[in-house]
C-alpha cells in the first residue's frame, strides 16, 4: 500500500486565486512528520513546510499553509495568492520510525504538477 | 555554509558496468538518503542510513548497493547497471533526531545507461 498519496497529478489555478493540493498517508509511528516540497523545473528540492503529528496547531509559513487532518490522515497544501512562479512539482512526503529501525524513513508522494494561469 | 553535494552531476555508462554515485555532506547529519526520480513516480526511496555502519534498504534497492563508513559520505553504488536505472538520483541528509527539520538535497545526478 502506498504510505503517501496525491492523488492530483496536475492543476491549473488562476494567478492570484488559493489553491489546494492534496495529500493523504498512512502510518503506524505516532510520531511522524509532513513535508511538502516544491520542484521547479530547474529540478532542485526546495523546503516549504513541516507539520509534526502532535502539532496542535495547522503549519503556516508566508503564503504556505498546511491543512493537518489527523483522524483523516489527510496534509492538504493551501497556497494562497498563486503567483506564476509558484509553477512546479509539488511532493508531499513522510518521516516515520519503522519498528524495530533507529533511524527516521523519509517518503515522498508521486507529486502535483501545478500551473498557474496568468 | 554547510552543504550537500553530489558528483558527478551527469554519468553516461553502458549496461553491465559498475557506477558509483557520490554523496557528501557537511551537516553532520546521521540521516542520509537516496532516491531516483522518474516521470510519473516521484521520489522513490533506494537506501537510508542512520548512521556509520547502518544502512536499510528502501522500496526500489533492488540493483543497488550503499555503505556508510562515515558520517558525511553515503555513496550509491549500481553493480551492474541496466537501462531500467536511466533516472535522476537525490541525495538528502537531515537530523530528524535533534529537531524537526527538513531534509536537505543535493542537486541531483542525471544518469544515462545506454
Known amino acids: 500500500a502506498q504510505k503517501i498519496t496525491q492523488t492530483q497529478p496536475g492543476m491549473f489555478v488562476q494567478e492570484k486565486e488559493a489553491v489546494t493540493l492534496d495529500c493523504t498517508y498512512d502510518?503506524?509511528?505516532?510520531?511522524?512528520?509532513l513535508f511538502w516540497y516544491k520542484q521547479p523545473s530547474s529540478g532542485e528540492m526546495i523546503f516549504l513546510i513541516y507539520?509534526?503529528?502532535?502539532?496542535?496547531q495547522n503549519a503556516t509559513e508566508g503564503r504556505y499553509s498546511l491543512n493537518f487532518q489527523k483522524a483523516r490522515k489527510s496534509a492538504n497544501l493551501v497556497i494562497s495568492a498563486s503567483q506564476l512562479g509558484d509553477s512546479a512539482m509539488y511532493f508531499c512526503?513522510?518521516?516515520?520510525?519503522?519498528?524495530?529501525?533507529?533511524?527516521?524513513?523519509?517518503?515522498f508522494g508521486g507529486g502535483t504538477r501545478l500551473m498557474v494561469k496568468p | 555554509d554547510a552543504e550537500i553535494t553530489q558528483s558527478p552531476r551527469h554519468k553516461i555508462t553502458e549496461t553491465g558496468r559498475q557506477v558509483t554515485l557520490a554523496c557528501h555532506q557537511t551537516?553532520?547529519?546521521?540521516?542520509m538518503f537516496w532516491y531516483r526520480q522518474d516521470l510519473g513516480h516521484g521520489l522513490r526511496l533506494i537506501h537510508y542510513?542512520?548512521?556509520?555502519?547502518?544502512?536499510n534498504k528502501g522500496e526500489v534497492s533492488d540493483g543497488y548497493s550503499v555503505s556508510r563508513s562515515n558520517t558525511e559520505d553515503l555513496p550509491l553504488t549500481l553493480e551492474s547497471a541496466a537501462s531500467s536505472q536511466t533516472s535522476v538520483y537525490f541525495c538528502?541528509?537531515?537530523?530528524?533526531?535533534?529537531?524537526?527539520?527538513?531534509?536537505?538535497f543535493g542537486q541531483g545526478t542525471r544518469l544515462t545507461v545506454v
Open positions: 538528502a541528509s537531515s537530523e530528524f533526531g535533534r529537531s524537526n527539520t527538513e531534509a536537505f
Open positions: 502510518t503506524s509511528d505516532p510520531s511522524y512528520g
Open positions: 507539520q509534526g503529528s502532535y502539532d496542535q
Open positions: 512526503a513522510m518521516r516515520e520510525k519503522l519498528l524495530g529501525n533507529a533511524g527516521n524513513m523519509l517518503t
Open positions: 551537516w553532520n547529519h546521521n540521516n
Open positions: 542510513s542512520y548512521g556509520v555502519q547502518d544502512t
